[in-house]
């Protein structure tokens, strides 16, 4: 993971902007250049992924252009090959070094050419202007703001904006800025035509695109590890690994030190597969320690994303100082393509999707987030197959009706497009879906509440949450995450949508805790 920061106009203080750049420095510890372009100034702080050598450092130039992009090209080469047929010739090793020749040749076109997860920040020299990009999910961060003079900014994360801007919002994913507007090039909610294949097509081309989704991220110049909670999602990314790795995959669990549930069944998949495995054990203090820190890194006050981000945080800064890997792969995604325990109660296949869209649209402020942040603070870039743009755009299309559970099971494409192919053994293939915040064990997200509780009496709660108007908070935890938050982002709320919780319009789901474990269909999950 890499950290970018473009300052598109006259920079009144150059210390300060490096300054404000520097508190994002662990994206990317490798090495760090501000350079100053046209106007502004472009900064990179890089994480050597593809192309170690020095000559991957960005910025890139080009006869007078710059570029700095957070992100990984997936196919680059055959790209590479074209423009190197046009005249263009490369220095390093780096994907993103084909950027400024591949705007050279198609413009703004190029966005919806790339198949990648990025966020870049380009400066064309010619016309004299500063041009953004983000990844059409909001894979890679970024966010904006404007100076008091009018002049936007962009930057990897909040925390590079604070004290430069007074606002600072997320940039939408599939977009790009231009000429002071935001222009969709890529929505993938938008289903061009509905897919109404038979079953056995709609499953087989599931595992074909997400089988494809997996390799393509297993190319690196860097060491590459997995996450492996034991459930249904990060378990498939990693056999489909370990199948196409000619040594055994290194991957990793976490869970509490008194009543884990995850670990037996991350375990269970490890030596199916034949995994390097490691546990990490987190205790209660542990978990209260670092809540602050967590809230911090994230830039929310969400619940879900805070109670799931403790145990991915420890995990991966285990990662860090036990290991030299550089990437992981993670399960992200697959909850918003074919449904969580609440899309259960979801009235109408058009309900289903329309949810399914809103949450994809939504996903860049939480889950993605989640693992963005989590790993990234620790040195290292995630990459997320479920969130493939060509997989995504499939599923996406697939007649609602057959991703409803009608059969008994959450996720029966995905299940049922692997079973047979012994990839998972079936007790982990046909597991039910468990919450990772409480997979790592239930006390966690206990101790989190009883810790909330103790801080404030019902009337100090009431008074203190009377003070947000926006995603006020409904309980003790979210007031007392919204109070850590707004010590470390004060009055960015907004960045924000609010909080990640079950369709409250829907009949079952009008609860009070964003846990799966308080719906009637939980049953035993978990377990």
């Not at 949508?497 to 308080?518: E, H, I, L, Q």
Request: hydrophobic share 35%; glycine share 8%; proline share 5%.
């Amino acid at each position: 993971m890499c950290s970018i920061i473009g300052y598109c106009g006259p920079v009144p203080c150059r210390a300060a902007v490096q300054d404000c750049f520097q508190r994002t420095r662990s994206r990317g510890p490798d090495d760090t250049r501000i350079l100053s372009v046209g106007p502004g100034l472009l900064g990179f702080h890089r994480l050597a992924i593809m192309g170690l050598s020095p000559e991957g450092m960005q910025p890139f130039g080009l006869d007078g252009s710059w570029v700095v992009c957070n992100g990984e090209i997936y196919g680059f080469q055959p790209l590479r090959e074209e423009l190197e047929r046009k005249g263009y010739s490369f220095r390093s090793g780096s994907d993103c070094e084909l950027l400024l020749p591949l705007y050279r040749e198609y413009g703004v076109d190029m966005f919806s050419m790339l198949d990648a997860e990025f966020a870049c920040i380009l400066y064309d020299g010619d016309r004299e202007e500063f041009i953004a990009a983000r990844d059409p999910i909001g894979i890679r961060p970024l966010y904006y703001g404007y100076d008091s003079r009018g002049i936007i900014l962009f930057a990897s994360e909040p925390k590079s904006l604070l004290g430069l801007t007074d606002r600072i919002l997320p940039f939408p994913p599939g977009h790009y800025y231009k000429g002071g507007r935001f222009i969709r090039y890529r929505d993938m909610t938008q289903v061009k035509q509905v897919c109404h294949d038979d079953l056995e097509t709609v499953c087989r081309n599931i595992r074909e695109k997400l089988i494809a989704g997996v390799e393509k991220r297993l190319i690196s110049d860097a060491p590459v590890g997995f996450l492996l909670s034991g459930g249904l999602d990060s378990s498939l990314v990693c056999a489909i690994a370990a199948r196409r790795s000619r040594v055994p995959i290194e991957t990793f669990a976490i869970g509490m030190a008194g009543d884990a549930i995850d670990l037996k069944y991350a375990r269970e998949t490890a030596d199916f597969i034949g995994s390097r495995h490691t546990q990490v054990i987190m205790t209660k203090e542990e978990v209260l320690s670092s809540l602050e820190e967590v809230i911090h890194l994230l830039g929310t006050y969400d619940i879900t994303t805070i109670r799931a981000s403790v145990g991915m945080y420890l995990c991966c800064k285990a990662i860090h100082e036990r290991t030299g890997l550089r990437v992981l792969l993670t399960g992200e995604i697959s909850d918003e393509l074919f449904g969580y325990k609440y899309t259960d109660f979801a009235p109408s296949a058009q309900a289903f999707q329309d949810e399914a869209a809103k949450r994809l649209r939504e996903l860049h402020m939480y889950d993605v987030l989640r693992a963005d942040r989590c790993i990234s603070v620790n040195s290292l870039e995630a990459r997320v197959p479920f969130g493939d743009l060509d997989f995504v755009e499939y599923v996406m299309s697939i007649d609602p009706e057959k991703k409803r559970n009608t059969y008994g099971k959450g996720k029966y494409l995905l299940r049922h497009a692997f079973e047979g192919q012994g990839y998972l053994p079936d007790s982990i293939l046909w597991r039910e879906k468990a919450a990772f915040s409480d997979a790592v064990g239930h006390s966690m997200v206990d101790y989190l509440k009883q810790y909330a509780e103790e801080r404030y009496t019902d009337a100090e709660y009431e008074a203190l949450r009377q003070k947000y108007t926006h995603a006020q908070p409904f309980t003790k935890e979210s007031l007392l995450y919204r109070e850590i938050f707004e010590a470390y982002y004060p009055g960015q709320g907004q960045m924000v949508a609010g909080f990640w919780m079950p369709n409250k319009a829907w009949p079952g789901c009008d609860v009070a805790d964003p846990s799966a474990r308080v719906l009637s269909n939980y049953g035993a999950s978990g377990l």
